[in-house]
């Protein structure tokens, strides 16, 4: 049975095309939870947004497969007189690509269209000619005569601005658009759950499948659930760099490229047993992956779970992406595959009650 069914990349459209800003995932996460729901026995969710279903709940052994849930954005955070507005980063927003890029800022009244502007290259000679965007120098136009305007228009400071660019599929082999990071993962999880009902596999253990919000912001979302679910094992998903991308160093970013399946991480918060089991899942159902390695964090929510009531193993199944952070990510279809199904394999070499202990006292 195929994994990316008709069914399934439908539902990834409309989740993808949905805003969901750091601490403004509300409307991603229901239309998660509705997707999800015909596959897990309960659903639950927490106060700052977390959402999860469970799979054979109440087992005193619960493991964790989880992605986040939330996108990079901006904030307004100032009004000139003359009715442009400044931003603050939401999250780890690109402030380079931001000139000519369209906008929706979330306002009172609803959205509000928005571009942010930039002076026309005529107007840049002599040392203007050097000019770059700043955080402090870009600007977003709505159109308003002023600060008033602006102000009748319910935009103020501290209302969320999105990129309103849609996914679309290039070559077809490739998903592009903005918020894969990581909202891919979240999919990937919930392909995960649909398997195991369709497929009438039965855990012994249960399983929580978690779309943590507010990871772009210090992995907030997962420090929190992970301490009311208290889980043995976590297996994360997330993206990770292609290293391939014209102006990347292997020797710096490591080796790896989009369509050459899924990268397995080697770093202190990655438990080895946990990750060797990955990879003897991965050789045993022929499933394409590739390695790399991160110096003290992982900087992915593997890092809040690892760390959590007094140490969760935990590990990292990362999606290959190009372009991270910006309005064209690209990650290709086979990898997303990949990924679903060396969880959904990785799930079935996991016995209850499992131990993780590197050796025996």
């Not at 297996?235 to 710096?252: A, E, G, N, R």
């Not at 190009?322 to 990898?335: G, I, L, N, P, Q």
Request: hydrophobic share 35%; glycine share 8%.
């Amino acid at each position: 049975m195929s994994i990316l069914t008709e069914t399934a990349e439908t539902f990834l459209h409309e989740y993808l095309n949905n805003a969901s800003p750091t601490g403004f995932e509300s409307e991603g996460q229901k239309r998660w939870i509705e997707y999800i729901r015909p596959f897990v026995d309960e659903i639950g969710l927490d106060t700052y947004g977390t959402a999860y279903g469970v799979i054979n709940p109440g087992k005193d052994y619960r493991v964790v497969i989880e992605g986040h849930a939330d996108e990079i954005s901006w904030f307004v955070n100032y009004i000139s007189d003359s009715g442009y507005l400044y931003v603050v980063r939401n999250g780890g927003s690109d402030h380079t690509i931001a000139p000519s890029k369209r906008v929706n800022i979330h306002g009172d009244k609803g959205i509000v269209r928005g571009v942010f502007g930039w002076p026309a290259i005529h107007t840049r000679r002599g040392d203007d000619a050097k000019l770059q965007p700043k955080l402090e120098n870009i600007f977003i136009d709505i159109g308003a005569k002023d600060k008033e305007e602006v102000l009748e228009m319910g935009v103020h400071v501290g209302s969320v601005i999105t990129y309103p660019d849609e996914l679309e599929v290039m070559n077809d082999r490739y998903y592009c658009g903005r918020a894969l990071d990581n909202r891919l993962g979240g999919f990937c999880i919930a392909q995960v759950a649909r398997l195991l009902r369709e497929r009438e596999i039965e855990l012994p253990y249960s399983l929580y499948i978690v779309n943590s919000v507010q990871e772009e912001v210090g992995l907030r979302g997962a420090q929190m659930i992970t301490d009311r679910i208290k889980p043995q094992v976590a297996i994360v998903t997330d993206v990770t760099h292609d290293t391939t991308t014209p102006m990347l160093d292997k020797k710096k970013v490591g080796d790896v490229q989009a369509g050459k399946g899924p990268s397995v991480t080697t770093a202190p918060a990655v438990h080895n047993k946990l990750l060797q089991l990955i990879i003897d899942a991965a050789k045993k159902n022929d499933i394409d992956f590739q390695r790399e390695a991160s110096s003290r964090a992982t900087g992915t929510d593997t890092d809040a779970f690892a760390y959590s009531n007094g140490g969760v193993a935990s590990a990292l199944i990362s999606l290959p992406l190009k372009y991270m952070h910006t309005t064209v990510e690209m990650a290709a279809k086979s990898d997303v595959e990949g990924v679903i199904e060396l969880i959904l394999q990785t799930l079935l070499s996991i016995e209850d009650g499992m131990s993780f202990n590197y050796f025996e006292v």
